[in-house]
């Protein structure tokens, strides 16, 4: 696709679910950005990859939240145990270059709700 | 802590007004800026960035930034807004402390253009 895509758009879950949230960024993009956007705030930065092996995930807040990207495109953001508290737009986005010297394009984001 | 800092959350002004949007960050050493921007129901999406050279950057749709070192701001500018400019406005900033990938962006401002 031309565009960053995530799916799904919308998940609504009960607390201490499993729930995966994929990012498909743009073909030959190398790094890839996951942010978590709470109302009225930024988003906020929670890990990004270069290729396969993430290059930096200092912003997950904690272990119950893991991110995958196993042939450096497609990456899946899985979060176990889920709390009310996670409920946040995910997005993601993706840049041809690393950020420091590169545009990062973002998707639509996942609205997740944690009931 | 908000490292990045946007003075305003909410802005309203009339079409052909002027708009000023202030960022101020609290890093020191070399840091990359860009103005982000997010039109309803659409994705995030590039205004400008600024990373060495001339302090005075233009962007898209006639925005343009100042970076002042000595204040540590980047100041979002257009001199005459119209309807169509009515939008989220983020800040952010990658410092060369951290990896070249982590954006810190500012909590946003939300701008409303009045016919």
């Known amino acids: 696709g031309a565009g960053v895509s995530q799916t799904p758009s919308n998940k609504v879950t009960e607390k201490g679910k499993y729930v995966e949230l994929r990012c498909d960024p743009i073909s030959g993009h190398t790094a890839l950005y996951w942010y978590r956007q709470s109302l009225g705030q930024g988003p906020e930065f929670l890990i990004y990859f270069q290729g396969t092996g993430a290059a930096d995930d200092s912003g997950l807040p904690n272990d119950r939240f893991f991110a995958v990207r196993p042939e450096g495109s497609v990456s899946t953001l899985k979060i176990q145990r889920t709390e009310r508290g996670d409920s946040a737009v995910y997005l993601c986005?993706?840049?041809?270059?690393?950020?420091?010297?590169?545009?990062?394009?973002f998707g639509p984001g996942t609205r997740l709700t944690v009931l | 802590a908000q490292s990045v800092s946007q003075h305003n959350h909410h802005v309203i002004l009339s079409e052909a007004a002027s708009l000023e949007l202030g960022c101020n960050y609290s890093?020191?050493?070399?840091?990359?800026l860009f103005w982000y921007v997010q039109y309803p129901g659409q994705h995030l999406q590039l205004l400008l960035k600024?990373?060495?050279?001339?302090?005075l950057v233009k962007g898209i749709k006639g925005f343009e930034a100042e970076f002042i070192k000595s204040k540590f701001s980047f100041n979002l500018r257009k001199p005459s807004v119209q309807w169509s400019d009515t939008a989220e406005y983020f800040c952010?900033?990658?410092?060369?402390?951290?990896?070249?990938?982590?954006?810190?962006f500012g909590a946003g401002t939300q701008v409303v253009v009045t016919p």
């Open positions: 890093y020191g050493g070399t840091v990359n």
């Open positions: 986005a993706s840049s041809l270059f690393l950020a420091g010297g590169g545009e990062q394009f």
């Open positions: 952010a900033v990658i410092r060369q402390t951290d990896s070249w990938g982590k954006f810190q």
């Open positions: 600024y990373f060495s050279g001339d302090p």
